[in-house]
């Protein structure tokens, strides 16, 4: 009986990811339909928070104007981190949900990514009809590589659950048989 809930578990949580996967497509769009000006305004926005608090966690004394400063040397690189990772999380999404199909992890890691780069091509379309944003290639290479490096970190995850589990139950066996 465990056998078959724990299947049924299998089953629900990789249609839940493949939900999410849906819900996740539609959050992006929507960051995508915003215009430069309110694309910029939420990542200098939060640049600056993240900055701040820094400071503050590591009591650094800086003020307000180095701060923004430095929010503003790092924008460009915490907005490409942020692709990154929003299209890392897709293909984690789209990873978990074709887990029901039979497919080698390279398979399976691969078609993940690549949904997720396609998906990152017709994302950057999107953009060209969108009021001061551009469509550009290497916003897709940035999604892309987002995309492969996500499912790599959570198959790599996935593998040392797996192998911790192994290990404790290998060492609960053994301190049953004595």
Do not use: P
Not at 32 to 47: D, L, M
Not at 83 to 112: D, N
Request: charged share 20%; net charge positive; with cysteine.
């Amino acid at each position: 009986m465990k056998k078959a809930e724990e299947k049924f578990g299998m089953v629900l949580l990789r249609n839940l990811a493949g939900a999410l996967a849906i819900v996740w497509m539609c959050i992006i769009f929507a960051f995508s339909a915003q215009t430069k000006e309110e694309s910029g305004a939420v990542s200098h926005s939060f640049t600056y928070q993240m900055v701040s608090s820094t400071r503050s966690f590591f009591h650094l004394d800086l003020s307000d104007e180095r701060v923004k400063e430095i929010a503003d040397t790092i924008e460009g690189l915490v907005r490409k981190a942020a692709h990154m990772t929003e299209f890392g999380i897709l293909s984690v999404l789209l990873y978990i949900w074709m887990g029901q199909w039979e497919m080698s992890f390279l398979r399976r890691g691969g078609t993940a990514a690549g949904a997720t780069a396609v998906y990152a091509a017709t994302d950057e379309f999107h953009q060209l009809f969108v009021a001061g944003r551009s469509g550009r290639f290497s916003d897709v290479c940035i999604d892309s590589a987002g995309a492969v490096v996500g499912v790599i970190v959570f198959a790599l995850f996935v593998r040392i659950v797996q192998h911790v589990r192994a290990r404790r139950l290998r060492r609960e066996t053994r301190g049953q048989d004595t």
